[in-house]
């Protein structure tokens, strides 16, 4: 049954009725299984749960075969259907998609899924029956061919390999003016211009065919800067992905704002309709004329090969970079591109280039857009270690900055150090996806040399905090890695441009660490980690021993390490306060904003959560020292509404009178860890309270002294909480 079910399910989109079966089964399991364990086998639950609903499942099998067969959407079971609502009723509208050889599938496909979950009758259309092949070789079967097409309430035109077709042109015409809605996706654009429908309209298209389809209809105004047009009836989307927010939007126009989203959801689609994305609004549509439509040719001689590194931006810059293997110069290497740079760019004299390191070769330009706008660009060639060349595009919109500081300008000086205070709101307040944003937003900067140090630091902070805040929310361990390795990249890049810079190798050690626990189970990767993180944060403490940072990092270390090891509660508790002392010492320190200066708050939630958690609480001190960090950061989301609420609630409990149980010991307080941020980890490894019950539900049991062995590391189990990870002694710093 379960193989059956699983098998259909693929070739149908009512797998909603499955999830909804199996709801309340997962619901009852979250109570005694682990988080870590439900994420493992949160489908396998849902379809088990889906087969052991009796009569419900062998029905829904039945459903989905006959919808096989038949080619239409499963209705909802009887059951189901007497819980919904009108709003989640059929809509009694046929969507009709032309299909043809070639078809892009995501343009067919995207709005299928979408006006499918809409419950609307969904068919597709092609010119004549038979088998097709869209453009990526997939075989499809039409529902109808032109001659026995129902009448169609919405019609759908994807793009892909859209040619002149007279039969096609004249189809359109007539299923475009019955159709209530007519929604063109990606160049299918195309077949609404060769039918004369967009004269006298604003349409958009795919990103590298809007000057074709602008010439193909003068009378049209062909716009860039829209994912998709509403003209009323005609509705065109641009490239891909695009046509599934069109056909949102057509649901919307039908249903409601609320409904579509609905929909959204329901996709797992994350809907934007009031943001302005178009991709054929971003700045490499510059670079087009020089790397082809696609972006992915440089024009070098045969047999140069090159591999792409990053390409990034958004609407007023781009960065585009490769790895280029050849026995060229830097200088040799942009002659040859030199010809083939777009005729309308004019080459100036960059007052920078003259700061240029051995090896290396520039050039800069000016043009003008077609809507007027200055631009400025920068092509640069820098050797490599292991051999070639980095290679890089930078354009820009504005003219080329004159006024510098050393080889940056004031300009992006102050516009890094905005960025730099945007991520440290976002890290207080858990916000991964803006420190995600943040993190690209600094991209622009990467090739500043005056300021490389120090924006690949925060790029690295940005990532480094997103990895922290994901332990503490239970994010997927692979991107968790992802984060902890792009934070690693530029910690590593940050400290390549400034030998020196301690608070990027303490970031860079703490990384590790945390990668380190993520690898737990496997031996040699932690050793190789291992050999890595320790020699880092040595080099911290040997060259900055009072740094705050430094200490805030060390101080769960010392807390986790026996006293016979130099740790003990006491001890973790003096390293926060001499890390205070020494950050109160050197406000004047603060006044360059991309400088790393933060921890004071850090510092004080850490002696505000040791002060709880300590074997004698000393509750009036935590909730001062958290008061404390609430003062400087208002906020800070953990410390506000989960440390200072457990504090408040320890000292209710404390009080003469309470009936309140005793707190819980051992393994028992393992069970029911309190909550708080991964931030205040903080140990050298970067791991705390979040991963403790993980640990737990692997297995594994402490032996008679509350130990539990990891690898090289011990899990030492106290009477109020678990302690977090103590270092084997030679590893102890």
């Known amino acids: 049954m379960l193989r059956r079910i699983m098998t259909l399910v693929s070739t149908s989109a009512s797998i909603n009725l499955a999830r909804r079966n199996s709801g309340h089964a997962d619901q009852a399991r979250l109570g005694i299984t682990s988080i870590a364990v439900l994420l493992t086998f949160s489908a396998a639950a849902a379809f088990g749960a889906a087969e052991g609903t009796g009569d419900a499942g062998t029905e829904l099998v039945a459903q989905l075969q006959n919808a096989e067969k038949a080619g239409d959407r499963v209705e909802p079971a009887k059951d189901d259907a007497k819980k919904t609502d009108s709003s989640s009723a059929k809509t009694g509208l046929t969507v009709g998609i032309l299909v043809f050889s070639g078809v892009q599938i995501i343009d067919y496909t995207g709005p299928y899924e979408a006006f499918g979950q809409a419950q609307c009758r969904v068919i597709t259309v092609a010119e004549k029956p038979g088998r097709l092949t869209t453009d990526m070789e997939m075989t499809i079967i039409p529902s109808f061919s032109f001659a026995d097409c129902p009448e169609l309430d919405i019609l759908v035109l994807p793009g892909g390999r859209v040619r002149p077709n007279p039969t096609v042109r004249q189809w359109v015409r007539e299923r475009a003016e019955k159709a209530q809605y007519v929604l063109s996706v990606c160049n299918g654009a195309f077949f609404l211009g060769d039918a004369g429908l967009l004269d006298g309209l604003t349409a958009t298209t795919t990103a590298g065919l809007i000057d074709r389809l602008q010439k193909l209809t003068p009378k049209c105004r062909v716009v860039r800067d829209q994912r998709f047009v509403d003209n009323g009836k005609i509705i065109t989307s641009a490239g891909l992905s695009s046509g599934i927010d069109g056909a949102l939007h057509v649901i919307e126009k039908l249903r409601g704002r609320g409904f579509a989203q609905e929909v959204a959801l329901g996709m797992e689609y994350h809907w934007q309709p009031d943001v302005p994305y178009a991709r054929a609004n971003l700045a490499d549509r510059h670079l087009r004329a020089l790397l082809g439509v696609r972006g992915r040719r440089l024009p070098l001689p045969d047999g140069v090969k090159y591999t792409l590194l990053r390409t990034n931006g958004g609407t007023d810059y781009w960065e585009k970079s490769w790895t280029v293997r050849t026995d060229m110069t830097a200088e040799d290497l942009l002659k040859v591109l030199e010809p083939n740079l777009p005729k309308s760019w004019n080459k100036v004299q960059d007052p920078n280039s003259s700061s240029l390191a051995g090896g290396a070769a520039k050039r800069s330009w000016e043009f003008t857009d077609d809507e007027g706008h200055n631009w400025h660009g920068v092509v640069e060639a820098v050797?490599?270690?292991?051999?070639?060349?980095?290679?890089?595009?930078?354009?820009?919109?504005?003219?080329?900055?004159?006024?510098?500081?050393?080889?940056?300008?004031?300009?992006?000086?102050?516009?890094?150090?905005?960025?730099?205070?945007?991520?440290?709101?976002?890290?207080?307040?858990?916000?991964?996806?803006?420190?995600?944003?943040?993190?690209?937003?600094?991209?622009?900067?990467?090739?500043?040399?005056?300021?490389?140090?120090?924006?690949?630091?925060?790029?690295?902070?940005?990532?480094?905090?997103?990895?922290?805040?994901?332990?503490?929310?239970?994010?997927?361990?692979?991107e968790l890695e992802q984060d902890l390795n792009a934070a690693v990249d530029e910690f590593n890049a940050a400290t390549a441009a400034d030998a020196g810079f301690v608070d990027a190798k303490i970031g860079n050690g703490s990384c590790l660490f945390s990668l380190l626990f993520l690898h737990r189970s496997d031996g040699a990767r932690m050793k190789k980690l291992l050999g890595r993180a320790i020699p880092l944060l040595k080099e911290a403490q040997a060259a900055a021993p009072e740094n705050p940072r430094l200490l805030w990092v060390l101080g769960p270390s010392r807390w986790n390490s026996p006293p016979e090891r130099g740790g003990g509660q006491d001890k973790a508790l003096a390293t926060y306060q001499q890390g205070l002392e020494v950050i109160r010492k050197n406000p004047a320190q603060r006044e360059n904003l991309l400088e790393p200066s933060w921890g004071e708050p850090e510092l004080l939630m850490s002696l505000a959560w040791s002060n709880l958690n300590k074997s004698t609480p000393d509750l009036t001190a935590a909730e001062n020292f958290a008061l404390a960090a609430l003062k400087l950061v208002p906020e800070w989301h953990y410390v506000r509404d989960i440390l200072l609420q457990q504090i408040r609630k320890a000292k209710e409990k404390a009080r003469p009178g309470s009936s309140a149980a005793a707190a819980p010991s051992g393994v028992a307080a393992l069970a029911a860890p309190p909550r708080r941020s991964a931030e205040a980890a903080g140990s050298a490894c970067g791991l705390g309270w979040p991963q403790a019950p993980r640990i737990l539900h692997r297995g594994w049991r402490p032996d008679r002294r509350r130990r539990i062995r990891l690898g090289r590391f011990l899990l030492r189990l106290e009477p109020r909480s678990v302690t977090g990870l103590a270092f084997h002694p030679d590893l102890y710093l």
């Open 383 to 478: 050797s490599i270690p292991s051999g070639g060349l980095e290679l890089s595009f930078r354009i820009r919109q504005g003219a080329l900055p004159t006024a510098a500081i050393g080889s940056a300008s004031r300009r992006n000086r102050e516009t890094v150090s905005g960025i730099v205070v945007q991520i440290k709101k976002a890290d207080y307040a858990g916000d991964r996806t803006e420190l995600k944003r943040l993190f690209d937003a600094l991209q622009p900067f990467v090739m500043d040399n005056e300021l490389a140090s120090r924006v690949r630091y925060w790029r690295g902070f940005a990532m480094w905090r997103r990895a922290l805040n994901g332990f503490n929310d239970a994010v997927d361990p692979k």
